[in-house]
C-alpha cells in the first residue's frame, strides 16, 4: 500500500528481498512471496516486487493506464500476474482481458485448494482450453467431493 492509492502504508521491495530467503516450509519446500499491490504507480512498483523475489504480482486494473501491458510487464519479469477487484469495481475491463486472466485451478490441484481453505475457484484454461467444458467442470465437482482426491 503506497499511502496515495490506498491510506496507509506497507512494506516495500526491500522488504520483500528480505522475506524472500525465509519462503520456505520446515521441510524446505519453497512458498510463492505473493505481492498484492495496491498502489498508483504500479508499473514501477510491479518491476520492483519482481527484482525483489516475488513469485506473484497481483494488482487493483484501475490503478493501472493499460491492464495488457501491466500484465506483460510482470510476467516478462518472469512473476505470475493476477487482477483484483474491490467488490464495487466493474468488472467491463475484464472484456479485454479475459484470454489472459487464469486462477490456475485444474482438476489436478483444485481439492489441495479446497482443502488450503478456499471455497471460490477461478477456472480460466483448465476449462476454455478443452473440447468438452462440462466434462472438466465434471471432474472438478468429482475432485472436490472426495477429500482423498489429491492430485499431485
Given at each position: 500500500m503506497d499511502n496515495h492509492y490506498v491510506p496507509n502504508l506497507t512494506i516495500g521491495p526491500a522488504v520483500a528481498t528480505a522475506i524472500k530467503?525465509?519462503?520456505?516450509?520446515?521441510?524446505?519446500?519453497k512458498v510463492p512471496l505473493d505481492v498484492h499491490l495496491m498502489v498508483a504507480l504500479v508499473?514501477?512498483?510491479?518491476?520492483?516486487?519482481?527484482?525483489?523475489?516475488?513469485?506473484?504480482?497481483?494488482?487493483?486494473?484501475?490503478?493501472?493506464?493499460h491492464v495488457d501491458r501491466t500484465l506483460k510487464l510482470i510476467r516478462s519479469e518472469g512473476c505470475q500476474a493476477g487482477l483484483v477487484f474491490n467488490p464495487a469495481t466493474p468488472l467491463d475491463v475484464l472484456e479485454w482481458l479475459i484470454d489472459k486472466v487464469d486462477g490456475g485451478i485444474k482438476v489436478d490441484n483444485i481439492r489441495r485448494v479446497a482443502d488450503a481453505g478456499a471455497d471460490t475457484f477461478v477456472a480460466g484454461s483448465a476449462i476454455f482450453g478443452q473440447p468438452d467444458y462440462r466434462e472438466v467442470t465434471a471432474a472438478m465437482s468429482r475432485a472436490l467431493a472426495d477429500p482423498l482426491a489429491r492430485a499431485a
Open positions: 530467503p525465509h519462503c520456505v516450509r520446515a521441510d524446505g519446500t508499473d514501477a512498483l510491479a518491476t520492483a516486487f519482481a527484482k525483489a523475489g516475488a513469485d506473484i504480482i497481483t494488482f487493483h486494473p484501475d490503478a493501472s493506464a
